[in-house]
């Protein structure tokens, strides 16, 4: 027999990729839930069946569970914290131009839910802050709420990665839940029973620093190999070689070791930031985040100058682009490595004309009049200098390499994402450059 669950009302503020995913989720999962946003076009749009973001297969959950009747769209905030057990906030936290997070979204929220609570809540952050950020939305909550009312803080730290954030969801590594006493430790297990993963409790600061920790962490890696791959180039072997021998062993994994032009996204930098500048506000110089950031920005300028170095003058050159999303599988443009890059070559004079299976629309915003948008991977190819692959899309991994070669005035790919063997390449004819693997030195 089929066990059952408890079922639960519950609120999202915020339904950006974070709330509108994880709030799908928990409909699918059995809740009730309502999703908040004060962006009123983007509740708009949900309500009429549309999907303000690409992820794959949200549409199609979103329609099941708002057909079901256990998902709803509201910019009512009074509303839909009446109507639930819990609050999760899931609003962004940017980056202040300190690197400090900006917390004003969710002060904003926390203010407003102590303003409509007519009786308990357990308030549930989900959006990746700082530790001690917890205790300040308690006393937020205690200083706006006059009616007296008890809540509960929990921290719920969320690790779904954009382009497969409803499987994350639905089967994570580990849910991770900090709370302050058994009562809201009942509760969020009984929230997430219907998923099968290693819950771990903690006290609510620690669940935020196993968030900041752990973004940091696989940031590190990434930069660590990327300045390994630059060893690589710089005395003539393989990163690809070197990364392989290195990720078999068990304690250091195979995964985040991969070379390229480096992380970005709306989590990464904003989170080795804001944990590099609550560690030194807390006291600690956490040195070794300043240099993973640095590292991360020399991987986009060496690119850039192996992009320079292959095509010698770039003023006037046309150069083609694959790829502008900061990964595979979404239309997230917060960021991404491309941005860098591209802006100075087209500072430096470049015609750049771009293809991006997801994120034309989104990139306009970032690069705007700098990128001439092609229609497909080939058409940004026509009588293009170069080709440079940005993100490594499903799309670019068999291209025909002959229409390749023919639409090219000259043979050159520049891969930032190590997606072809050089080998290979070379044999097919082209003069391939790519990370840590031809041994020649900048
Ligand atoms: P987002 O910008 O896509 O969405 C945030 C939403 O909150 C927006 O739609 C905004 O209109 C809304 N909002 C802000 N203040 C509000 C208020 N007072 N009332 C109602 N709505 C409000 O951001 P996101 O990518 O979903 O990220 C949210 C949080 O989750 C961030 O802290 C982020 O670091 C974290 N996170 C993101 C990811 C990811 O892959 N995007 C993964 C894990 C964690």
């Given at each position: 027999?089929?066990?059952?669950?408890?079922?639960?009302n519950?609120a999202?503020i915020?339904?950006?990729?974070?709330?509108?995913?994880?709030?799908?989720?928990?409909?699918?999962?059995?809740?009730?839930?309502?999703?908040v946003?004060?962006?009123?076009?983007?509740?708009?749009?949900?309500?009429?069946?549309?999907?303000?973001?690409?992820?794959?297969?949200?549409?199609?959950?979103?329609?099941?569970?708002?057909?079901?009747?256990?998902?709803?769209?509201?910019?009512d905030i009074k509303q839909a914290v009446q109507k639930s057990d819990a609050i999760?906030i899931?609003?962004?936290?940017?980056?202040?131009?300190?690197?400090?997070?900006?917390?004003?979204?969710?002060a904003g929220a926390a203010r407003e839910i102590a303003e409509t609570a007519d009786a308990y809540k357990i308030v549930i952050?989900?959006?990746?802050?700082?530790?001690?950020?917890?205790?300040?939305v308690g006393k937020t909550i205690k200083q706006y709420n006059k009616r007296n009312i008890d809540f509960d803080i929990?921290?719920?730290?969320?690790?779904?990665?954009?382009?497969?954030?409803?499987?994350?969801?639905?089967?994570?590594?580990?849910?991770?839940?900090?709370?302050?006493?058994?009562r809201a430790?009942?509760?969020?297990?009984?929230?997430?029973?219907?998923?099968?993963?290693?819950?771990?409790?903690?006290?609510?600061?620690?669940?935020?620093?196993?968030?900041?920790?752990?973004?940091?962490?696989?940031?590190?890696?990434?930069?660590?190999?990327?300045?390994?791959?630059?060893?690589?180039?710089?005395?003539?072997?393989?990163?690809?070689?070197?990364?392989?021998?290195?990720?078999?062993?068990?304690?250091?994994?195979?995964?985040?070791?991969?070379?390229?032009?480096?992380?970005?996204?709306?989590?990464?930098?904003?989170?080795?930031?804001?944990?590099?500048?609550?560690?030194?506000?807390?006291?600690?110089?956490?040195?070794?985040?300043?240099?993973?950031?640095?590292?991360?920005?020399?991987?986009?300028?060496?690119?850039?100058?192996?992009?320079?170095?292959?095509?010698?003058?770039?003023?006037?050159?046309?150069?083609?682009?694959?790829?502008?999303?900061?990964?595979?599988?979404?239309?997230?443009?917060?960021?991404?490595?491309?941005?860098?890059?591209?802006?100075?070559?087209?500072?430096?004079?470049?015609?750049?004309?771009?293809?991006?299976?997801?994120?034309?629309?989104?990139?306009?915003?970032?690069?705007?009049?700098?990128?001439?948008?092609?229609?497909?991977?080939?058409?940004?190819?026509?009588?293009?200098?170069?080709?440079?692959?940005?993100?490594?899309?499903?799309?670019?991994?068999?291209?025909?390499?002959?229409?390749?070669?023919?639409?090219?005035?000259?043979?050159?790919?520049?891969?930032?994402?190590?997606?072809?063997?050089?080998?290979?390449?070379?044999?097919?004819?082209?003069?391939?450059?790519?990370?840590?693997?031809?041994?020649?030195?900048?």
């Open positions: 027999m089929k066990k059952q669950h408890v079922q639960h519950i999202f915020g339904a950006g990729y974070v709330g509108l995913v994880s709030g799908v989720c928990m409909a699918e999962i059995g809740h009730n839930v309502i999703l946003d004060n962006n009123k076009e983007k509740i708009a749009k949900l309500k009429k069946g549309g999907i303000p973001i690409f992820e794959p297969g949200l549409e199609d959950l979103v329609k099941k569970n708002v057909k079901a009747k256990r998902l709803s769209f509201t910019t999760f899931a609003v962004n936290t940017p980056p202040l131009a300190n690197g400090k997070a900006d917390l004003s979204y969710v952050d989900k959006s990746t802050v700082p530790v001690k950020t917890g205790e300040r929990v921290s719920n730290p969320e690790f779904l990665r954009e382009g497969t954030a409803i499987h994350d969801f639905l089967n994570p590594d580990r849910i991770v839940i900090g709370v302050e006493n058994k430790e009942k509760f969020m297990k009984e929230l997430y029973a219907p998923i099968k993963a290693p819950v771990i409790v903690t006290d609510v600061k620690s669940a935020e620093l196993i968030k900041h920790a752990s973004n940091s962490f696989l940031a590190m890696k990434i930069s660590f190999t990327n300045a390994v791959a630059r060893i690589c180039e710089l005395s003539g072997a393989n990163i690809d070689q070197v990364t392989e021998g290195m990720g078999i062993d068990k304690r250091i994994g195979k995964a985040f070791l991969k070379a390229g032009i480096g992380w970005g996204g709306s989590c990464f930098p904003k989170d080795v930031s804001a944990f590099d500048t609550i560690a030194d506000e807390l006291g600690y110089n956490f040195g070794l985040l300043k240099e993973v950031h640095k590292i991360n920005k020399q991987a986009q300028e060496l690119f850039v100058q192996k992009i320079e170095d292959a095509l010698w003058v770039t003023k006037g050159k046309t150069i083609a682009v694959w790829g502008l999303a900061f990964k595979p599988n979404t239309d997230d443009m917060r960021n991404a490595p491309s941005i860098p890059i591209i802006e100075k070559l087209h500072k430096d004079g470049a015609k750049i004309v771009a293809y991006d299976p997801k994120a034309e629309e989104t990139s306009k915003e970032s690069l705007g009049k700098k990128v001439t948008y092609a229609k497909s991977m080939y058409t940004a190819l026509k009588k293009a200098d170069a080709l440079v692959i940005l993100t490594d899309w499903e799309e670019f991994k068999n291209p025909d390499w002959e229409k390749v070669r023919s639409s090219l005035t000259n043979p050159i790919v520049i891969d930032g994402r190590n997606m072809f063997e050089p080998d290979e390449m070379e044999k097919k004819g082209f003069v391939y450059h790519s990370i840590g693997r031809n041994g020649k030195s900048h």
